[in-house]
């Protein structure tokens, strides 16, 4: 067989065509769309867990106001009267309490959240400051 | 099988146009063709997983560059002088040749790896000698002497087989 040129041993060697590859295996959709979905569904169970804890946090805070209410239910006028004890309250208790029971509950149960106003004193402070001599 | 969309039919098209000599080139570098079969789907999976070939000028020697890369890791990760299989024919021979196809393959074999490359890139790949350069990161003067050199050897390889042949 004769030795060919450049051209024509080239155009000899493109009569070869390579093969052809195995078609393309089956990939799964999109992986992107795929990453998206698991985000929203953690995005969801996250706000699932938070909608819950919300609602047994409320239910929570309501049984314990329904069990205030329950334990108060024996001295309705004490739910209404929400103001820190003072001396005057206490006199006003004294007088007014049916026992020396009643007298000593109204004072203890006493919120003391809420500040006083300026020039008045909380008698269960001015109580505790006093050395009592027995 | 769900890619649809026009992205993922451009990708499907580009392997039906050059997954042939993608397929050659990636059997040139690693000898063997379970393993450029492997290299050359490896890197089209990708392609459809990202959904698109991004703002690639030049795709047909991007999709060369990322099949030597993958080819390449594959080597890596085995033997990297693993010698080429001799058994898995390249080629559809014209005319049945199959005779021609093995002559043909046994003289790539012969060849040092990087003419082996540059000959499938610029013959069955088609492309230029400034597409190889970038893509094997070498000059076009190199790669044009590497051709040349190949080309040389693959000629006389070829027919100094088929004379003895012929001969004897």
Redesign the interface.
């Known amino acids: 067989?004769p030795?060919?040129d450049?051209e024509r041993?080239?155009a000899y060697?493109?009569?070869?065509?390579?093969?052809?590859?195995?078609p393309?295996?089956?990939?799964?959709?999109?992986?992107?769309a795929r990453r998206k979905f698991v985000l929203g569904a953690w995005v969801a169970a996250a706000v699932a867990i938070v909608v819950l804890g919300a609602l047994t946090f409320r239910i929570r805070t309501n049984r314990a106001r329904v069990t205030e209410n329950v334990v108060n239910v024996g001295n309705p006028g004490h739910l209404q009267d929400r103001q820190p004890l003072t001396m005057r309250g206490a006199n006003a208790l004294m007088a007014k309490a049916p026992s020396f029971k009643a007298m000593v509950d109204g004072m203890a149960f006493r919120s003391q959240a809420v500040p006083l106003p300026k020039g008045r004193r909380s008698a269960v402070a001015v109580l505790g400051k006093e050395k009592i001599k027995l | 099988m769900q890619r649809t969309d026009g992205n993922t039919a451009e990708i499907e098209l580009l392997y039906r146009q050059h997954g042939p000599a993608l397929l050659l080139f990636a059997q040139a570098v690693t000898g063997e063709r379970a393993r450029a079969q492997d290299a050359v789907q490896q890197v089209f999976l990708k392609l459809l997983e990202k959904g698109s070939l991004g703002q690639v000028a030049d795709k047909k020697a991007y999709l060369f560059t990322c099949v030597r890369n993958a080819a390449l890791n594959d080597s890596k990760r085995r033997d990297r002088n693993a010698p080429l299989d001799p058994d898995s024919a390249w080629f559809s021979p014209p005319n049945r040749d199959y005779a021609g196809e093995q002559n043909l393959r046994r003289a790539l074999e012969i060849l040092p790896s990087e003419q082996r490359q540059v000959m499938v890139l610029h013959i069955w790949g088609e492309l230029t000698f400034l597409q190889i350069s970038d893509l094997l990161d070498l000059s076009s003067n190199t790669v044009a002497s590497r051709y040349r050199y190949a080309l040389a050897k693959l000629r006389d390889s070829m027919f100094a087989k088929e004379n003895s042949c012929a001969n004897s």
Do not use: I, S
């Open positions: 067989m030795t060919l450049d041993f080239e060697l493109k009569q070869f065509r390579p093969l052809v590859p195995d393309l295996p089956a990939v799964e959709p999109n992986r992107g």
